[in-house]
């Protein structure tokens, strides 16, 4: 019985990144783009999350600092709090504001972040759950939402965390080419 229960945990989260692979390789590629831009002018990103988002947006983080597969110079990125004042103290023009915000627990907090960023001329990448898609009314035209359409946050974490990946080879191929 339990056995049985582990095994549909992973069958529930395989099946939700199949189904959702081909709508969401679009909104990534879109914000590997916006990251790029933003690097190659001069800017940095900011990464942070709200609640469980915190985490994975430290993992970015390291993985645009450090490296996700291959070695390459690291990456303007830091993880700040998602408080409109330190993004008003870091972030200038030409940055890129990436939230993380899987389960929208604090959907007045992520609109702050969002306002703040874009106060300074910053690009914004939102990366959230479907309850939080409604976040996309926010957004400006430049800026790029990607949203999981799942429920339950167990689920939405697993697909964010797969999503920050593909997010980070993404950059890496655009800065230095395909390895193959």
Not at 23 to 41: C, N
Not at 132 to 141: I, R
């Amino acid at each position: 019985m339990l056995e049985q229960r582990i095994q549909q945990q992973f069958f529930e989260g395989a099946d939700l990144q199949y189904q959702t692979a081909e709508a969401l390789a679009r909104p990534i590629s879109e914000a590997a783009g916006a990251v790029v831009s933003a690097l190659t002018a001069g800017g940095k990103l900011l990464l942070c999350g709200q609640g469980s988002g915190a985490l994975l947006a430290r993992h970015a983080t390291g993985l645009l600092v450090g490296a996700l597969e291959r070695e390459r110079p690291p990456l303007a990125a830091l993880t700040i709090e998602p408080q409109p004042r330190g993004i008003q103290a870091l972030g200038l023009p030409g940055d890129l504001l990436l939230l993380v915000d899987p389960a929208a627990a604090d959907l007045d907090a992520s609109i702050a972040a969002v306002r703040a960023a874009q106060g300074k001329d910053m690009t914004v990448v939102l990366l959230v759950g479907s309850a939080g898609a409604g976040l996309g009314e926010t957004l400006a035209e430049t800026d790029v939402l990607i949203t999981v359409p799942h429920e339950r946050a167990s689920r939405v974490l697993e697909v964010q965390l797969l999503v920050l990946h593909a997010l980070a080879d993404a950059v890496d191929v655009q800065l230095m080419g395909d390895q193959e």
